[in-house]
Nanobody
Framework: QMLLVESGGGSVQAGGSLRLSCAAS????????MAWFRQAPGKEREGVATIETDGDTTHADFVKGRFTISQDNAKNTLYLQMNSLKPEDSGMYYC?????????????????WGQGTRVTVSS
């Protein structure tokens, strides 16, 4: 069992920045492919960015150039740096872990989910 705990959400104005963190409870964190998903009210959860065990990253088109996923294996922590935030970026952000590579940001075969952290961007 591995616990994932997100933090760093909050309220910002459009154009602002936030950095989300996802702390894993076990060092086996580094054996998992990690990802950030988000869900806006009334909408389905969607993939934001993924990072594989070999460091390869994928970012959804709607965040490319603004968000960056990274991880620090020494700290068992996943990050999402979010810049130039827009109101449509508002929602709950979740980190997730799976064995094996992610496929096109799809939330398939997720082994662990965090509880989420809320991001609110005002215009």
């Amino acid at each position: 069992q591995m616990l994932l705990v997100e933090s760093g959400g909050g309220s910002v104005q459009a154009g602002g920045s936030l950095r989300l963190s996802c702390a894993a409870s076990r060092s086996t964190f580094r054996a998992y492919s990690m990802a950030w998903f988000r869900q806006a009210p009334g909408k389905e959860r969607e993939g934001v960015a993924t990072i594989e065990t070999d460091g390869d990253t994928t970012h959804a088109d709607f965040v490319k150039g603004r968000f960056t996923i990274s991880q620090d294996n020494a700290k068992n922590t996943l990050y999402l740096q979010m810049n130039s935030l827009k109101p449509e970026d508002s929602g709950m952000y979740y980190c997730a872990a799976r064995c094996g590579r992610w496929t096109l940001l799809r939330q398939e075969s997720v082994a662990y989910w965090g509880q989420g952290t809320r991001v609110t961007v005002s215009s």
